[in-house]
């Protein structure tokens, strides 16, 4: 098994609806652009990425939305080294569709309270609907690993929420001590770094708000 020497989560750039939320009661939420500073700060991780990949092969994975797209545009990888795909499994949460932005403020608020793994938006989906899909590209993911010529490095583009949801499959967190953790900012990334005794380790852990209070001995 060709498993690669790093795994890349980044969060996509600033997007409008991050300054702004009433957008989502006129832009559908996979729409919404990248604004200018999230372009800039999407160019700003490019430099760093590139020099980390240096001439190496790349398997790159891209959620379906307008500002992953643009994200992973702004990168400036070398199209050369890169295999780019969409995977709508790497979607951002739902939320619903055309969205009323007071309802919005008050659900997330009852999400707050209720937790955000387990509580559904109206319409929408919960955290644990989002780990599923991510549990299944993450099957997708290490069958692909079976190619003997598969690139070196993995680049996920995606969403804050969704990127927690990944490593909380992958190296198989409880559910408190997802709760426990903070969305990275915008552009940022974790990398999962592959050890000589076949495991990975994070470059760096995300920023934790709280300490989990887990229900029993699993968490």
């Given at each position: 098994?060709?498993?690669?020497?790093?795994?890349?989560?980044?969060?996509?750039?600033?997007?409008?609806?991050?300054?702004d939320?009433?957008?989502?009661?006129?832009?559908p939420?996979?729409?919404?652009?990248?604004?200018?500073?999230?372009?800039?700060?999407?160019?700003?991780?490019?430099?760093?990425?590139?020099?980390?990949?240096?001439?190496?092969?790349?398997?790159?994975?891209?959620?379906p939305?307008?500002?992953?797209?643009?994200?992973?545009?702004?990168?400036?990888?070398?199209?050369?080294?890169?295999?780019?795909?969409?995977?709508?499994?790497?979607?951002?949460?739902?939320?619903?569709?055309?969205?009323?932005?007071?309802?919005?403020?008050?659900?997330?608020?009852?999400?707050?309270?209720?937790?955000?793994?387990?509580?559904?938006?109206?319409?929408?989906?919960?955290?644990?609907?989002?780990y599923?899909?991510?549990?299944?590209?993450?099957e997708?993911?290490?069958?692909?690993?079976?190619?003997?010529?598969?690139?070196?490095?993995?680049?996920?583009?995606?969403?804050?929420?969704?990127?927690?949801?990944?490593?909380?499959?992958?190296?198989?967190?409880?559910?408190?001590?997802?709760?426990?953790?903070?969305?990275?900012?915008?552009?940022?990334?974790?990398?999962?770094?592959?050890?000589?005794?076949?495991?990975?380790?994070?470059?760096?852990?995300?920023?934790?708000?709280?300490?989990?209070?887990?229900?029993?001995?699993?968490?």
């Amino acid at each position: 098994m060709a498993r690669p020497r790093r795994i890349v989560l980044l969060r996509h750039g600033e997007s409008e609806g991050n300054i702004d939320d009433s957008i989502y009661e006129r832009e559908p939420d996979h729409a919404l652009s990248l604004t200018k500073t999230g372009r800039r700060q999407a160019e700003e991780a490019g430099g760093p990425l590139r020099e980390m990949f240096g001439d190496e092969r790349i398997s790159a994975y891209v959620s379906p939305y307008r500002r992953t797209h643009q994200t992973f545009r702004e990168l400036a990888l070398d199209p050369g080294r890169v295999r780019v795909r969409e995977e709508p499994r790497l979607r951002e949460q739902d939320w619903g569709n055309w969205q009323d932005r007071d309802d919005v403020r008050l659900q997330k608020a009852y999400r707050d309270a209720y937790g955000h793994f387990f509580y559904r938006f109206a319409q929408g989906e919960s955290g644990a609907d989002v780990y599923d899909r991510v549990g299944a590209f993450l099957e997708s993911l290490w069958r692909s690993f079976e190619d003997p010529n598969h690139p070196p490095n993995v680049l996920i583009v995606t969403h804050g929420l969704t990127m927690r949801l990944f490593c909380m499959r992958w190296f198989h967190w409880s559910v408190a001590e997802f709760e426990s953790l903070s969305n990275p900012g915008n552009a940022e990334w974790r990398t999962l770094l592959l050890g000589p005794d076949g495991r990975y380790t994070f470059d760096r852990p995300f920023e934790r708000w709280c300490e989990p209070e887990p229900y029993g001995i699993t968490g």
